[in-house]
């Protein structure tokens, strides 16, 4: 159904051609209004849209700009700042060496370190050398280590007193002190065995090729 | 006597490491750690004696020794600090390894060409020297030698980064070759410093061999490469070959046109080098190095009649601080040593060698 004619409930001058129904808390209004008057409260309504829109946009922006960032942070492997954080506390589980200290000197303290720090030192390793992909000498397919009984049980309890040296402190700490001096009895003859071979003799008074190296160690187990 | 018997006779065999030309030697040093052991700097004493007693080992297998068969080994710590100062004058040891740390062992060919180090950085660090020029020999005895001793040791090792090392600039090929040069007349022209620089481009770097106040006493270089990871070891070894042979004709280059230009300052800069070695009674490191170095280039210009280049390589070596105090059998404070450096001048220098003659100074191979 038509509107009859009205004159704009604002200016009540001009006949109005817009009718704007609101409802405000449950009651419905109408509002008659010409054009002028209309264009004249867009334009206000425009203003206040328009800081809004601003207002959006600049979050929107910001949203933008972060996600981006993060695009960026991912496509190049890099850390958020929270991230770096950790990253810089970061050890290896094996040595102990940590990526600060890394960052530091630029030594790592065993292979594991290129394993666990692999992620945040190959980027760097292939912008300071010629890409991150060894060519070259390659160990090879068969390698006799350990034909020497005397030297891999040396070796093998080496490795026993290390072990023994840690569960000597834990037992320490805990105050288990019979196991503590079980531990320590055992640490001590297994030094007394190692310090029996001379490992390392010193050829200066002689060649190596008149004298090869020979422990007491050796002698026992042969 | 504060000198090991052994190094005492290697330092006594002269300078075998250093050439007649612009480029007067060739270093190779590999690095290899040993698979399933912690790098020194961070393994426990434990740890370093068996990596040590499993090197020793496959230095020992007969394969090895028949490649290094006058191989000689002394524990670190029995070297004295004199030992170990000639031990770097004969590039037989890196200066950074010098230091006291526990189960190092040092191994050395008697003929000085060889050494290897165990427990330094790295479990091993092999290390070869040769006179001039030279990396490709040098670097089929190096891989000859690493490759004996891979088949009886496992070393560190990734698939994509290569031998493992405690410096990850060595990661890789575990390869650092070195040129050591002399470029006075580049240093004279002005040139030097920007083709010294340009280096840096190529990945290799220039330190002078003998630091002093930022410049280099002697002008001597040492050009090494800063990457290892991503370049086969000879790939590498030749441009870096080529490189360093291109400086030396560019040396070359130069000397002949200082000497074609300026013949009477050149003259004179040799004359008066040779005055002053042949008469100093207190002499520093610093200015006997610059006075060799023009000696030198007056050697390899002809310009002396009785001074030879042989002559020049002994003088530098000797000059030096540990060789002085070697010589000496004694330690020397620094004062001591610049006045017995003088003496060993003059009596190397005391001959019937003339004023430099002109007519002998022709630019060389020319």
């Known amino acids: 159904m038509g509107h009859a004619m009205m004159l704009c409930q604002i200016c009540k001058a001009n006949p109005a051609t817009i009718h704007i129904q609101e409802i405000v808390n449950g009651e419905r209004n109408t509002l008659h209004i010409c054009s002028d008057c209309a264009r004249k409260r867009n334009l206000s309504e425009d203003d206040e849209a328009s800081s809004h829109f601003h207002e959006m946009l600049e979050r929107l922006t910001q949203a933008i700009a972060s996600s981006a960032d993060l695009k960026l942070a991912e496509l190049f492997d890099q850390k958020k700042p929270q991230e770096e954080e950790q990253v810089q506390d970061l050890d290896c589980t094996v040595c102990g060496t940590t990526f600060q200290s890394y960052k530091k000197t630029g030594k790592l303290g065993c292979a594991s370190c290129y394993e666990q720090f692999g992620q945040l030192i190959i980027p760097e390793l292939a912008l300071s050398h010629h890409g991150s992909v060894h060519c070259g000498k390659t160990p090879p397919e068969t390698v006799e280590q350990w034909q020497d009984p005397a030297v891999s049980e040396r070796i093998r309890l080496r490795r026993e007193l290390e072990l023994l040296g840690k569960g000597l402190d834990e037992s320490i700490r805990r105050e288990e002190f019979e196991l503590a001096a079980e531990l320590r009895d055992k640490i001590a003859s297994i030094e007394a065995k190692l310090s029996s071979a001379e490992l390392i003799p010193d050829e200066s008074a002689s060649e190596m090729s008149e004298k090869r190296p020979r422990s007491r160690g050796r002698r026992k187990s042969s | ?366």
């Open chain 2, 1 to 366: 006597m504060i000198f090991h018997p052994r190094i005492r006779h290697i330092a006594a065999k002269g300078p075998s490491f250093i050439g007649q030309g612009p480029i007067l030697s060739t270093f190779l040093s590999l690095s290899r750690n040993i698979d399933g052991f912690q790098f020194p700097l961070t393994a426990s004493s434990n740890t370093l004696e068996s990596a040590a007693e499993l090197g020793l080992a496959a230095l020992h297998h007969d394969e090895v020794r028949r490649l290094l068969p006058s191989m000689f080994q002394i524990k670190h710590e029995l070297l004295t600090m004199p030992d170990r100062e000639l031990l770097v004058e004969l590039e037989l040891l890196d200066r950074s390894q010098t230091g006291a740390a526990p189960c190092r062992v040092f191994v050395c060919a008697e003929d000085g060409s060889t050494s290897v180090l165990m427990n330094g950085d790295d479990h091993l660090w092999l290390h070869m020297t040769a006179a001039g020029s030279a990396f490709r020999e040098t670097w089929d005895r190096m891989s000859t030698l690493e490759t004996a001793l891979a088949r009886h040791l496992r070393f560190a090792f990734h698939p994509r980064l290569g031998y493992l090392t405690s410096s990850a600039s060595l990661a890789g090929t575990g390869l650092r070759i070195t040129f050591l040069i002399h470029l006075p007349a580049l240093g004279l022209s002005g040139r030097r410093k920007r083709i010294l620089e340009r280096l840096e481009d190529a990945g290799l770097s220039a330190e002078p061999y003998f630091p002093v106040d930022g410049k280099a006493a002697g002008n001597l270089f040492l050009i090494s490469n800063k990457t290892s990871l991503g370049e086969r070891e000879e790939d590498l070894g030749l441009r870096m070959t080529e490189l360093v042979t291109a400086i030396s004709r560019e040396e070359e280059r130069t000397r002949a046109e200082l000497i074609s230009r300026q013949k009477l300052l050149f003259l004179n800069a040799c004359g008066r080098a040779y005055g002053l070695l042949r008469n100093t009674y207190l002499i520093p490191t610093s200015e006997a190095l610059d006075a060799l170095s023009i000696m030198k280039l007056g050697a390899d210009s002809g310009v002396f009649r009785h001074f030879t280049r042989q002559d020049w390589a002994e003088l530098l070596l000797e000059c030096q601080p540990a060789h002085l105090s070697c010589r000496k059998n004694m330690n020397l404070t620094p004062g001591e040593r610049g006045e017995y450096r003088a003496s060993c001048f003059r009596e190397r220098l005391h001959g019937p060698e003339p004023a430099p003659d002109s007519d002998q100074a022709d630019p060389p191979d020319s």
